[in-house]
Structures are given as C-alpha cells and as structure tokens.
C-alpha cells in the first residue's frame, strides 16, 4: 500500500507505477534522506509535536535503517515508488504506529528539496577536492618544467615561445576559477527547504532555523513556494561542471594533438591508452578523447534541466523529478574524468627535445629579432618588415632564424650583430618575459609561490569550511 492510498480506491496500474516510480535512481541518496528525517524528528520533540519516548524510537528505528542498507542487509527494492516512502515505510514496519508520526509536518515536496540540496553540497565538496588534487599535480608539473621551452601557439599556427610551465599555468588558472564557481554556488544554495511543506508551509509550530542550523545550514529558505520549486542552484552547479569539461575537453584536445606523430610533444603512459584491434603499431589517446567526448554528455544535462523548467508554473510540478538522473549522470562523469585525467597527466612524457626543436623551427623567436632591431633605434612598422623578409630568406635556405648567417642579416639590415643570435635564443626570448603573468623565470618563480599558497590554503568559502569541519 502506498503511503498516499487513503484518496484511492484503485491500484496504480503498473505502467503507471514504473513510469512515476524514482527509486531506481534516488536511492543514492538514502544517507541524506536518513539524515534529513532525523534532524525533523529532533525539531518536532523540541516543538513538543513528539515525545522523547518517541522521538528515540523513531531515531533508533531510522539508524536501524541506515545501518541495513550499509552492511547489505536490507535491500532497496522497487516495492516503493521512491526512497522516501521506502524509508518511511521500512520504519513503520520496524517500530509500527509511532513510526507514522515521521512525516508530521512535511511534505514529500520539501523532503526531496532538501534531499537533493544535501546529496548536491555533499558532491560539490567531492568535486572541490579533486580538482584541488588536479591542481596539486599541475603545480608540481610547472615547477619541473620552467625551462622547458616550446612554441606558444594562436590560431593553431606557432606564434612565440613560452615554457611548458607557463602553458600548463593556463589551465591552473581555470580550475582555480572552477573552484570558485563551485564555493559561490555552495553558498548561495545553502539555504533549509524543509518546514516548506506541499508549498504553502505548514499549521505546527516548526522550529525552521533549529532545523537548518542541525543540518548545517546558513537558514531556512524565505518562501516556500520557492522552497519546493526551486532548481537554480542545480542548474548553476551543470554550468559550473560544464565549464570544468570545457577545461579538461580543451586540455585533451592539446594533448591528443601533441601525442600525434606530426607533433610527439608528449607520450601517453600505456596504462591510460588502447590499441587497435587490426593495426599493431597502434597506440591510442582514447582517455583523453573520452573526455573529450564526455563533455557532450553534461552540456546535454545542462540544456536538459533548462528546458524542463522553462515553463514550469509555481509550485512543485512532477517535471522536476527530471532533475535527478541528468544530474547524477553528469555529477558521476566529471568526478570519473577529473580523476583520470589527474592519473593520465600524472603519468605523461613531455618530449622537451621536440618541444624546443619545434619552437626553433616555427620562428617563434621572430617578434624578438623584430625588438633587436627596435632596441637599436628602428622604427617597429621598419623592423616588422625586415624580419618578415628574413623569415622568407630562412624558408628559402631551409633554416631557422638562429641558423641564418650574420652576413644575411647585416645585409637587410646594418644593425644587426653577432649579439643577434643570443637575444633570439629560445632561453632568452622566454627568460626575459617578466612582466606579472609572463613565461620569464623570475615572473614564473612568483607565479609558482602563489600558486602553492593557494594549495596550501584552505579555499573553501566560509559556509563550506563550516559544513565540512
């Protein structure tokens, strides 16, 4: 019998069952429904709704629960039509009337708000901590490679020369701001729905903030048609992680390019790469495409979750049961492609011969020579096009910059000297660079301090610091 048949007088045709029922998916958050209805009886014994007596047989009954389905003794099974009644229902059967009294005061419509909110805030911490872990890697990674020199790239095309240091700093600098993305919204939703009701509130004397400061909560929420109606802070969480897979999509693009034998700036650790079924000299990025493809995947939960609510009146409408799957499947596939792609760049090889032969070779140092010629009092429109003149003379001859004879250079232009060689050398056009935010050595030791002082600080917001301590 459901727990809502008193209004019935027929059984829900199957089909109708199957189709409505959530428990295949919303199981996974029993911990957070157990957790949620303890806090609720606790406020209704405070509240004199229930007595101690009651309230201890109701909690030990709901830690009963908890204990059973952890160790496998109790299994969750489709006989409920979601893990609320399955909770609820477990508990009448285990300490009988007094078991009812659970739903005193709330709503399903509440109930799962704040099921979803704590399962949502419990992930975002997860998700904190591993791109925190990416990052870790990332810095150590920078520091071994500030003088590992490779061309930086604009329109695919090798523009000037950089470190691999500052190429990968890029991308720390992203998932910093992914983090932060992930605090904001984890303050901004962290607000109690229960106490809501169906939408209107509720008739008992409910202690609301008792209840949110229980489940560590900055409050309750304002409005309770808000309260059971709200989605915007799961879809500000499939923005943020569509955004995290834009970074690590575009960061796999880099490195399926350079895996190629055209590049072979870097080789992918056999362990995080497949062969072919009929070519043997095969040996595959497939993570990284993965990833790569992945991507797809949340944008597609994002644009899901936005169509569903676009057109939703107030309050709660069944529509939103859609929330679930699209974002479990999308908080389930960024925590899988941020840890294989924290083991996949763990374990890579940057090629730093082919890297710095490649800059050589794309007249990455041309802009330099250009300045060689501005520091010797040539107008700058003048030493653009005389260098330009000397990169076509090095295509002629099949040469780079640094292979081009003085007397070739004297010849476009008088000012040039045997000085020229070294301040278009790839140590120096890189090393020079010191401006803040730049490839130099000195400006990248300030970058790599900063860097492990944010590491080494704890960066949680205030409210998550609080939620998790």
Known sequence: MKLWGGRFTKETNQLVHNFNASISYDQRFFRQDIKGSTAHVFMLEKQGILTREEREQIIDGLDGILKDIEDGTLIIDDTQEDIHSFVEANLIMRIGDTGKKLHTGRSRNDQVALDMKLYTRDEIVEINHLLKLLLTKLHTLMSQHT?????????????????????????????????????????????????????????????????????????????????????????????????????????????????????QFVEIDDAYSTGSSIMPQKKN??????????????????????????????????????????????????????ALFTGMLSTIKFNKDVMEKSAK????????????????????????????RLVLACIDRGCSLDELPLEVYRMASPVFDKDIYEAISLKTCVEKRNTSGAPGLEAMAKELELCWEYLSTDNLCDTMKECVS
Not at 188 to 209: E, H, K, Q, V
């Open 147 to 263: 003088e590992t020199f490779m061309p930086g790239f604009t329109h695919l095309q090798k523009a000037q020369p950089v470190s691999l240091a500052h190429h990968l700093g890029a991308y720390f600098e992203m998932f910093v701001r992914d983090r932060s993305r992930l605090c904001d919204i984890y303050s901004r939703m962290n607000y109690c729905p229960l106490g809501a009701g169906a939408l209107a509130g509720t008739t008992y004397s409910l202690d609301r903030d008792y209840t949110a400061a229980l489940l560590d909560f900055d409050g309750p929420t304002r409005n309770s048609m808000d309260s059971v109606s709200d989605r915007d802070y799961l879809i500000e969480l499939l923005s943020a992680l569509s955004t995290i897979m834009m970074h690590l999509s575009r960061f796999c693009e880099e490195i399926i390019l350079w895996n190629t034998n055209e590049y």
């Open 285 to 338: 990025p497939d993570i990284a495409e993965l990833i790569r493809g992945k991507t797809g995947r949340v944008y597609g939960a994002l644009t899901s979750i936005l169509t569903t609510m676009k057109g939703l009146p107030l309050a709660y409408n069944k529509d939103m049961q859609e929330d679930k799957e699209l974002t479990f499947d999308a908080i389930d596939t960024v925590k899988g492609c941020i």
């Open 361 to 388: 070779n794309g007249f990455t140092n041309a802009t330099d020579a250009a300045d060689y010629l501005v520091n010797h009092g040539v107008p700058f429109r003048d030493a653009h096009g005389i260098i330009g």
